[in-house]
């Protein structure tokens, strides 16, 4: 792969100037999906040249077009291929594997932005963006709690103060052995303990800050609101939207205090709680109060950033609150380093006994949760009710439903690593008391979970074999006259069925986000209420009851296990193999596509980088040769080029045709992300660009039509495709043709038929009137997909 010069382009606002003389070249700007691909498949050329960019995102084209704009008439029928290739902003090098520890703050930050669309309930929505903001914070308290678990409750307190335990595992430096000189005392275990959960912290903070100085320092084009912006259907066009620098900024410095401030609590409170004992020393224990004092005032003044300030869209603010990023995380530290003093100071008598009180923390965890989700399902419900969206995912409780996803990921994670370490450290003549009871209980809910899920799942399979049975009429009917292949006709029809599960994906979170919800506030009442485990709390209970509290017990416990040792594993894969990567990149191109508004330790928002890369290229690109310019996404590269587009100044929008296949702008972004890809945003789209048409198969699980109401819609989608693109064999495929799903859109000929429509449609400068009245051959028995 060759590399050219890279042109010189504008810098700071966009100046508009005389409109350029027409070149008639034309541009096709091919935006690829999830997955990733190279710029030689993209542009079916061996030979390729990076035109501009860099090794992680760039704009490429065949060697032979790098000066197509000096040589209109080199492409007379058809426009210059030019490949945007953004995959490694999602699968890059083996770091990327430590992501896979941001996975429930990537689900919780999707749920910030699944809030119904209710344009007129300004305060609402700054309700709702608050109370996902404050559920990303208990995450990550959370998260250090489990640390704090196992590193101080599990190890330096419960094994180090067990015999057995600390001469079986004595190579940490706080698992001396007792009797064995100044380190055994709890306090200054604790305090050597405190390490692991403090470079947790700051683990996290160093992955948040190494990649918001790479994706979100992309600054985007600089430009002025249009009137019709800020009035507009949707945010995705707001000059700031793409440039969230300042709040990420803000929330990792409160997080980063967030979770200093739980381990210098979990250092500190045991310290002052055998201080407060009876005839205990008076200095400590005044000293004590004022540290959990100053403890409780770091934490009021992290909440309260959280709740300050939501995100600046409507202009690009570049500020960055230098004071409150390093003094917040400054401060937290200096009572963590007056919380390690405090509790290694010397107190004679004192001896670890049973365990910390993990329960009260986990529990309090719990139940702040499960209110927030319950504020923010009602505040979600109050936006769905003011402005209903028929096709809005759970009626617009989706944001709810992965919020609490979101909670339940945490505490398997929590869990999981607590229930192993602690199966670890006991063994053979080694008792040590374990995690705490909560912990225990919220493993044990799984397996019912599992059953339910299990009961959801052949309900779907047995509706999908109804469905493929239906199918087979259908695709009999669409070859007439070919002859029949039985087994042909079963796998296209079973295809198609399968294809439709997507649709099913609000069930399947509805279900599990339910019974997530009613088994683990039962998990929560049980472990409070009777301070045992369940076999425990079940032991005077019937046989029946009995038995299974024993049951999901144990297998919870094993589950749990089990899904750590394979989140272990795959990371570790994925750290060594290229490939492993590439398919977490692929979770991370769905999942990382919105800005950083609820957790600064998701991973980070490949969009700030690939949408201002697009926009800049389209907008020089037009203004400097006044060409004809598709933008042609497949896939999640659909979803890019829609929020390019709508980053573009309405007078370029308007010279740019949209051509998007495999696009999932309405079946998934439009359902669950219904404030920003609702029918209003969509039909704006519409109506902004010059044209725009929309390719989709009956065997796509992803893509789908746009479903745009009224004269709308079959000027965007064009009917199904055929797939495949033969029944039998002809003699134009004389073997088998391949049934393509969600791939190859170009290999159908009626690729190339609508794009030279869309291209004949452009006019420079001007755009011509748009048609409504009628509709393109083939297009009047577009339908749409159920």
């Known amino acids: 792969m060759e590399r050219a010069q890279q042109r010189p382009g504008t810098s700071g606002r966009e100046v508009a100037g005389p409109p350029p003389a027409p070149t008639g070249i034309a541009l096709e700007l091919l935006v690829h999906g999830v997955g990733g691909t190279t710029p030689e498949k993209m542009l079916d050329d061996p030979r390729t040249v990076r035109i501009t960019g860099d090794d992680t995102a760039a704009v490429f084209r065949r060697a032979d077009d790098v000066d197509a704009e000096a040589r209109p008439g080199d492409h007379p029928g058809g ?207 005044t000293l004590g109060w004022l540290l959990l004092a100053g403890l409780a005032a770091g934490a009021a003044g992290v909440v309260w950033v959280v709740c300050r300030r939501g995100r600046s869209e409507h202009r690009l603010d570049r500020r960055l609150d230098r004071h409150l990023v390093r003094r917040l995380p400054l401060g937290a530290l200096l009572l963590l380093l007056l919380a390690v003093l405090y509790a290694g100071w010397s107190r004679p008598g004192w001896h670890a006994v049973g365990r910390l009180p993990g329960d009260a923390t986990f529990g309090g965890i719990a139940l702040v949760q499960g209110a927030l989700v319950v504020a923010l399902g009602v505040t979600a419900h109050l936006l769905h009710r003011t402005s209903p969206d028929p096709r809005a995912a759970l009626r617009g409780l989706g944001g709810p439903a992965v919020a609490l996803l979101a909670c339940a990921l945490g505490a398997v994670m929590s869990g999981g690593v607590a229930q192993r370490v602690a199966d670890w450290l006991g063994g053979p003549g080694v008792a040590v008391t374990g995690p705490p009871v909560l912990l225990t209980w919220q493993a044990s809910t799984i397996p019912p979970l599992l059953v339910v899920l299990l009961v959801l799942c052949g309900r779907l399979a047995g509706r999908t074999g109804r469905l493929a049975r239906a199918e087979r009429v259908a695709v009999e009917l669409d070859h007439p006259g070919e002859p029949k292949d039985p087994e042909r006709t079963r796998r296209i029809a079973r295809t198609r069925a399968m294809a439709t599960l997507t649709d099913d994906g609000p069930l399947v979170v509805g279900v599990t986000s339910a019974a997530t919800f009613a088994l683990g506030a039962a998990a929560l009442v049980g472990a409070l209420g009777s301070g045992r485990t369940p076999a425990g709390a079940a032991e005077a209970a019937p046989p029946v009851v009995r038995g299974a509290a024993e049951t999901a017990q144990t297998f919870g416990s094993w589950l749990i296990g089990l899904g750590f040792l394979l989140f272990v594993t795959w990371g570790r894969r994925a750290y060594k193999d290229a490939s492993a990567r590439r398919t977490i990149g692929i979770l991370w191109d769905v999942g990382t596509f919105w800005p950083r508004a609820a957790h600064p330790f998701a991973p980070p928002c490949y969009a700030e980088r690939a949408v201002p890369d697009l926009t800049w290229r389209m907008a020089t690109w037009t203004r400097a040769t006044g060409g004809q310019l598709v933008l042609s996404g497949h896939s999640q590269g659909s979803v890019l080029a829609a929020a390019a587009a709508w980053q573009l100044t309405p007078p370029v929008r308007r010279r740019v045709a949209l051509l998007t296949y495999g696009s999932p702008l309405e079946r998934l972004y439009g359902r669950w992300f219904p404030a920003h890809f609702g029918p209003a945003a969509l039909i704006a789209l519409h109506h902004d660009v010059d044209c725009w048409r929309n390719l989709y198969r009956l065997t796509d699980p992803i893509g789908g039509p746009v479903r745009l109401p009224g004269d709308d819609g079959p000027d965007v989608d064009r009917a199904p495709l055929k797939d495949p693109l033969a029944y039998g064999r002809t003699a134009r495929h004389p073997l088998p043709a391949p049934i393509l799903g969600h791939s190859d859109y170009q290999a159908d000929p009626v690729f190339v038929e609508e794009r030279q429509r869309l291209l004949a449609r452009l006019r420079p400068g001007l755009p011509t009137p748009r048609h409504r009245g009628g509709q393109p051959a083939g297009a009047a028995d577009a339908t749409a997909r159920g």
């Open 79 to 285: 426009p210059v291929p030019e490949a945007y290739v953004w995959c490694n902003l999602t699968s890059g090098n083996g770091a990327r594997a430590l992501w896979l520890l941001l996975l429930p703050f990537m689900v919780v930050n999707l749920a910030h932005w699944m809030r119904p669309a209710a344009p007129d309930r300004t305060r609402t929505v700054r309700l709702y963006g608050l109370l996902v903001r404050l559920v990303g914070l208990t995450l990550t308290v959370l998260l250090v709690a489990a640390a704090c678990e196992v590193a101080l409750d599990l190890g330096a307190w419960q094994c180090a103060g067990t015999p057995a335990c600390a001469a079986r595992h004595s190579w940490p430096v706080f698992l001396p052995a007792p009797g064995d000189g100044w380190w055994t005392a709890p306090g200054r275990r604790l305090a050597v303990a405190a390490l692991v959960p403090a470079a947790l912290t700051a683990l996290l903070w160093y992955l948040s800050h190494r990649t918001w100085s790479a994706y979100e320092s992309a600054e985007p084009m600089s430009r002025t609101a249009e009137p019709e912006e800020e009035t507009g259907r949707t945010a995705l066009g707001r000059p700031g939207f793409w440039y969230g620098r300042r709040l990420v900024a803000r929330l990792r410095a409160a997080h980063t205090a967030a979770g200093l401030l739980t381990v210098a609590a979990a250092v500190a409170t045991p310290a002052a709680h055998f201080d407060r004992r009876p005839g205990g020393p008076a200095a400590l224990d």
